[in-house]
C-alpha cells in the first residue's frame, strides 16, 4: 500500500471542516503515511483513521498518548490538538499544568499578519477595545436570535420559544450593552443576561432547579453537558483565532492578562445560541456523552458556527482597522 502523505491532502478551509475529536484510552499514531487512533481489545489493536484534512481540533482524554509523527503531521494538516481530564475537561497543556484555556496550535506555516496588526491597533486601545466588545457582543446576539428562531430548525421540538418575549429580551440586552461606557460594564450586562438565559432555557425545557457550577463542579447531567459542550466550542474558537493568524491572549472582553482570552471570546459568539440549549435538551433526554457530543458537532454544522466566527473576527477587525 502507497503511504499518503500531508502535501498530496487536498486542503479543506477549517471553516468547511466537519470533524471534532474527543479521545480517551488509546494511542493516536502514524500508520502507513494516515494518522490513526488505536484501541486495544483482548488480544487485538484496533485502528481508527482520523481524517485529519477534514479535522478542526482533537481532545486527547484521559488515558492518551500520542506520537512526535502524528503530531508532526496534525501540525501539517493545522489541526488544533488540546489535552484534558476525563470528559472533555478541564483542558491541559502538555508540559505546563492546568490552564483556564491552552491548546497546542500548528506551528507548519506563517500565519497571515492583515488582521493582526488591525487587532493590535484595537487592543491597545481602551476605546477602540470597548467598541470591540461591543460588536462582539452584538454580534453574539444575532446568533441567538438566528438560531433560536422557530424556523431555524437548530433543535427538535422539545426546545422552543414564544418569539416576541425573545425578540424582547434581545432588544433589552442589545441596548444595555450600547449604552455601557466600560469593559466593567459590559462584563455586569454580560453576566446578569446570562442568567436571564439559563433561566429561559430551564423553562423551555422544564429543567428545574438548576444551579451553574463549573470546572466539573456540577453533578447533574445539565452542568456536565455545558462544560463538555464549552470545550468543543473552545475547540473552534481557537482553531477560528489560529486561522486568521490572531494570538489567543489579545483578548477583547476577557481581559488582557488571560492568555487565552480571545478563544473564550471568540467561543462565546455561538456557545449561548447553541450549546447552551443543547445541554439541557441532551440532559432531559438522558443522552450519553457521544450523544450529546454528536448533536453539538451537528448544530455546529447545520448553523456553521466556524464559519460565523471567523467573519465575524474579521469584521471586527477590518473595522478597526479603518479607524487605525
Not at 479543506?12 to 494511542?27: F, P, V
Not at 489579545?250 to 480571545?262: A, D, E, N, V
Not at 450529546?292 to 460565523?308: G, P
Request: proline share 2%.
Amino acid at each position: 500500500m502507497k503511504n499518503i502523505v500531508s502535501s498530496d491532502l487536498k486542503t479543506i478551509l477549517h471553516s468547511k471542516r466537519a470533524n471534532i475529536y474527543y479521545l480517551e484510552y488509546c494511542r493516536v499514531l502514524v500508520n502507513g503515511g494516515r494518522v490513526e487512533y488505536v484501541t486495544d481489545e483482548g488480544n487485538q489493536s484496533l485502528y481508527w483513521n482520523i481524517p485529519i484534512a477534514n479535522t478542526t481540533s482533537i481532545l486527547l482524554g484521559t488515558g492518551t498518548s500520542v506520537t512526535q509523527a502524528a503530531m508532526r503531521e496534525l501540525s501539517k494538516a493545522g489541526v488544533m490538538v488540546g489535552f484534558c481530564g476525563g470528559g472533555g475537561t478541564p483542558l491541559y497543556s502538555s508540559t505546563e499544568g492546568e490552564f483556564d484555556i491552552l491548546w497546542i496550535s500548528p506551528q507548519s506555516e506563517y500565519r497571515p499578519t492583515e488582521y493582526l496588526q488591525s487587532w493590535f491597533s484595537l487592543w491597545l486601545s481602551d476605546e477602540k477595545r470597548l467598541m470591540g466588545a461591543k460588536r462582539l457582543l452584538q454580534l453574539r446576539i444575532d446568533f441567538i436570535q438566528k438560531s433560536w428562531a422557530r424556523n431555524s430548525r437548530t433543535f427538535d421540538e422539545n426546545f422552543c420559544f414564544e418569539t416576541p418575549s425573545l425578540l424582547s429580551d434581545l432588544a433589552q440586552y442589545r441596548q444595555e450593552v450600547q449604552s455601557a461606557t466600560t469593559i466593567m460594564g459590559i462584563f455586569s450586562v454580560e453576566a446578569h443576561f446570562t442568567k436571564q438565559l439559563y433561566k429561559m432555557v430551564c423553562r423551555a425545557v422544564d429543567y428545574h432547579s438548576f444551579t451553574r457550577m463549573k470546572q466539573g463542579l456540577g453533578k447533574d447531567p445539565a452542568n456536565r453537558n455545558l462544560d463538555y459542550g464549552n470545550y468543543l466550542a473552545y475547540g473552534l474558537g481557537a482553531t477560528a483565532t489560529w486561522v486568521l493568524g490572531l494570538p489567543h491572549g489579545l483578548s477583547i472582553l476577557h481581559g488582557k492578562t488571560r492568555r487565552g482570552g480571545l478563544v473564550f471570546d471568540a467561543a462565546d459568539l455561538i456557545k449561548d445560541a447553541l450549546v447552551l440549549p443543547q445541554a439541557f435538551i441532551s440532559a432531559i433526554q438522558g443522552h450519553d456523552d457521544q450523544e450529546f457530543r454528536m448533536s453539538c458537532i451537528r448544530n455546529f454544522l447545520n448553523r456553521e458556527a466556524l464559519d460565523y466566527m471567523i467573519d465575524s473576527l474579521k469584521e471586527i477587525a477590518q473595522k478597526q482597522g479603518e479607524y487605525s
